[in-house]
């Protein structure tokens, strides 16, 4: 298992403060310089194959930032041209081929570091943290303290280990740097309960045990609607969305589940046809973000995570079967078949666990009047 966490760097002084700056403003430039090395290599890529160009860079880093550099161009450069074979293949069926993609220009923020260039040390006293930066160039050797979160100090207390390589970030003004633990997991369960969960945009989560979680979570994301984007008040309310999704997604109960279901709505945004204050909506939700963090959850407690088609999985009734999109408005659901009455996203949940199961039989394109029993 792999976690990333961020240290924030707001214990170093103005001075150091500036040198990280100056770190990642040349690194745009060395990243770049590479970046076109490799672009224009004819052979295959590997970290080795410029070893005699690293000369080549006019730039104060140390030979050893500069090589964290170049692998980090490198990653850069082997993803597009990964994409690049996919878009040729395909091309191959296309009647109109899609343009192939050019080089590459780095402007992130962010930079590469490993143990060459950090080491991070336990605090003895009132930091938690001291992290030391070296071999930059010019001589240049920074230490700087930091204070973690409770968070941190549970993946610390509970035998994760930190390994030595790093990230340095700029988001927001800020400087953090974005460090990674590692942990065996444990073994998947072979026996135990099967849920299967509704995600939604009112209630975060709603579980085939009749369970809800992130009841207010509308109130939430109304309060981000009404911020100006960019602005503190806009982050401030981003935060706390973020925090109240794993709070509430922490009470899940996993000690006795084998499996967890959900419904697969990765493309949901972009190959739907929805109204315009639908999309408007879905620009707040977080699928990805609350399925990353059961997915946490799950593989921490050795329960499996699986997903299922979602088509009508919100207008099927459980009683009767019968499947019509009026048989729900908003958070009820009211088949116009049986009158059977629930929460709409509790119905879901059900409809996503017979899925899995294969005991659902699905009545597609059924219209008003012309009702069937089907169980």
């Given at each position: 298992?792999?976690?990333?966490?961020?240290?924030?760097?707001?214990?170093?002084?103005?001075?150091?403060?500036?040198?990280?700056l100056d770190v990642l403003t040349e690194s745009k430039y060395v990243i770049n310089f590479y970046i076109q090395k490799y672009w224009n290599f004819n052979g295959k890529l590997n970290i080795n194959c410029l070893k005699t160009e690293y000369l080549n860079c006019e730039t104060w880093f140390s030979k050893r930032l500069q090589q964290n550099c170049a692998k980090q161009a490198l990653g850069i450069v082997k993803s597009i041209r990964s994409n690049e074979k996919r878009i040729i293949q395909k091309n191959l069926?296309?009647?109109?081929?899609?343009?192939?993609?050019?080089?590459?220009?780095?402007?992130?923020?962010?930079?590469?570091?490993?143990?060459?260039?950090?080491?991070?040390?336990?605090?003895?006293?009132?930091?938690?943290?001291?992290?030391?930066?070296?071999?930059?160039?010019?001589?240049?050797?920074?230490?700087?303290?930091?204070?973690?979160?409770?968070?941190?100090?549970?993946?610390?207390?509970?035998?994760?280990?930190?390994?030595?390589?790093?990230?340095?970030?700029?988001?927001?003004?800020?400087?953090?740097?974005?460090?990674?633990?590692?942990?065996?997991?444990?073994?998947?369960?072979?026996?135990?309960?099967?849920?299967?969960?509704?995600?939604?945009?009112?209630?975060?989560?709603?579980?085939?045990?009749?369970?809800?979680?992130?009841?207010?979570?509308?109130?939430?994301?109304?309060?981000?609607?009404?911020?100006?984007?960019?602005?503190?008040?806009?982050?401030?309310?981003?935060?706390?969305?973020?925090?109240?999704?794993?709070?509430?997604?922490?009470?899940?109960?996993?000690?006795?589940?084998?499996?967890?279901?959900?419904?697969?709505?990765?493309?949901?945004?972009?190959?739907?046809?929805?109204?315009?204050?639908?999309?408007?909506?879905?620009?707040?939700?977080?699928?990805?973000?609350?399925?990353?963090?059961?997915?946490?959850?799950?593989?921490?407690?050795?329960?499996?995570?699986?997903?299922?088609?979602?088509?009508?999985?919100?207008?099927?009734?459980?009683?009767?079967?019968?499947?019509?999109?009026?048989?729900?408005?908003?958070?009820?659901?009211?088949?116009?078949?049986?009158?059977?009455?629930?929460?709409?996203?509790?119905?879901?949940?059900?409809?996503?666990?017979?899925?899995?199961?294969?005991?659902?039989?699905?009545?597609?394109?059924?219209?008003?009047?012309?009702?069937?029993?089907?169980?």
């Amino acid at each position: 298992m792999i976690r990333k966490l961020s240290l924030n760097l707001d214990n170093s002084n103005t001075k150091k403060a500036q040198i990280l700056l100056d770190v990642l403003t040349e690194s745009k430039y060395v990243i770049n310089f590479y970046i076109q090395k490799y672009w224009n290599f004819n052979g295959k890529l590997n970290i080795n194959c410029l070893k005699t160009e690293y000369l080549n860079c006019e730039t104060w880093f140390s030979k050893r930032l500069q090589q964290n550099c170049a692998k980090q161009a490198l990653g850069i450069v082997k993803s597009i041209r990964s994409n690049e074979k996919r878009i040729i293949q395909k091309n191959l069926k296309r009647k109109k081929p899609k343009t192939l993609p050019s080089m590459p220009i780095f402007n992130g923020n962010n930079l590469m570091l490993s143990e060459t260039n950090i080491e991070i040390q336990f605090g003895e006293n009132s930091f938690d943290f001291w992290i030391k930066f070296y071999c930059l160039g010019r001589k240049l050797q920074i230490l700087i303290p930091t204070k973690s979160y409770d968070y941190l100090q549970k993946y610390i207390k509970s035998g994760w280990i930190l390994k030595k390589s790093a990230s340095l970030n700029l988001r927001n003004g800020k400087l953090f740097l974005d460090v990674i633990f590692e942990k065996e997991a444990p073994q998947i369960k072979v026996s135990g309960k099967i849920i299967g969960i509704d995600i939604g945009c009112n209630k975060l989560v709603a579980t085939s045990e009749k369970e809800f979680l992130g009841t207010e979570f509308k109130q939430i994301v109304s309060k981000l609607t009404r911020k100006l984007r960019g602005s503190k008040s806009y982050n401030k309310a981003l935060k706390e969305r973020n925090d109240y999704i794993n709070f509430e997604l922490k009470k899940l109960e996993l000690g006795n589940l084998q499996t967890i279901v959900l419904e697969d709505l990765k493309y949901v945004k972009y190959k739907s046809k929805l109204p315009k204050f639908m999309n408007n909506k879905l620009q707040y939700w977080v699928y990805p973000k609350i399925v990353n963090k059961i997915s946490q959850l799950a593989e921490e407690s050795g329960v499996q995570l699986t997903f299922v088609n979602p088509a009508f999985t919100s207008q099927k009734c459980i009683q009767c079967g019968v499947v019509d999109p009026k048989n729900r408005a908003n958070e009820l659901f009211s088949c116009i078949n049986c009158q059977f009455v629930e929460d709409a996203d509790f119905v879901g949940s059900i409809n996503i666990l017979q899925r899995f199961l294969g005991q659902e039989n699905m009545v597609p394109g059924i219209k008003s009047g012309d009702f069937c029993n089907v169980l």
